[in-house]
């Protein structure tokens, strides 16, 4: 997987980086399994079973053209089957064109009080023509949308700092927590005034939460 991190356009997690982040509660945009190497599939289930919801694709390297040791009830249409012996370039342009494919058709939206988030372009938008008459559109960048994402899919919508510092930024040397902090007060500012009072970002001892209040 070292390729992958050398073409500059992926941060890559190994089954052993397990101590640093759960694969059953963070957020990836493509999983890849080598059916051979695969010793049990409990952990890949496990992730199915808590991230129904987000479509996250799969490419599934096998022999055959058949699945073994994989139960596929929960990939749906979700896995690509990439045939042993491949070129690198092969597995790179089937990664590329499945987060493309997925991100196109799976723009999960949240519904917030009178605004509705578009999970993939990072857009809060007034949810009825009533509420656009007194809300305005907020645009968030690529950072602010992950880490909204990212606590909002996480269980009890809380994420430590270390986590969202690996899991955003892939815990590069150059990035502090005084950087998250930045981006959690600009998320805040964006948010001010109207959409704060039903999407709150919550700052705790070890890290962040957000809160959704019901409205209209």
Same mark, same amino acid.
Request: glycine fraction near 4%.
């Given at each position: ?73 929960? &990939?749906?249409?979700?896995? @690509? /089957?990439? %045939? =042993?012996?491949? +070129?690198?370039?092969? *597995?790179?342009? $089937? ?28 857009? &809060?938008?007034?949810?009825? @023509? /009533?509420? %656009? =008459?007194?809300? +305005?559109?907020?645009? *968030?960048?690529? $950072? ?47 948010? $001010? ?24």
């Amino acid at each position: 997987m070292e390729h992958f991190s050398a073409t500059g356009e992926f941060d890559v997690f190994l089954p052993q980086d397990q101590g640093k982040t759960s694969s059953t509660t963070s957020i990836y945009d493509i999983v890849i399994i080598d059916e051979q190497l695969l010793v049990d599939n409990e952990s890949i289930q496990k992730y199915l079973q808590m991230n129904t919801e987000t479509s996250v694709p799969f490419i599934i390297l096998s022999n055959t053209d058949k699945l073994t040791k994989i139960t596929t009830s929960g &990939l749906a249409m979700r896995y @690509l /089957i990439l %045939k =042993k012996p491949f +070129r690198f370039v092969t *597995l790179l342009a $089937k990664v590329r064109t499945e987060i493309s494919r997925f991100k196109k058709n799976n723009d999960l939206i949240y519904r917030m009080g009178p605004y509705e988030f578009y999970s993939i372009k990072g857009l &809060l938008k007034p949810a009825s @023509l /009533i509420s %656009k =008459k007194k809300l +305005r559109s907020i645009e *968030l960048t690529e $950072k602010e949308t992950s880490i909204l994402n990212y606590l909002l899919r996480s269980e009890g919508g809380f994420a430590s700092r270390a986590e969202l510092l690996e899991v955003i930024w892939g815990y590069k040397s150059s990035i502090t927590t005084h950087t998250l902090e930045t981006h959690i007060y600009r998320l805040r500012e964006k948010l $001010k005034p109207k959409a704060s009072k039903f999407i709150s970002i919550k700052t705790s001892k070890n890290g962040y939460s957000v809160v959704l209040q019901a409205g209209n």
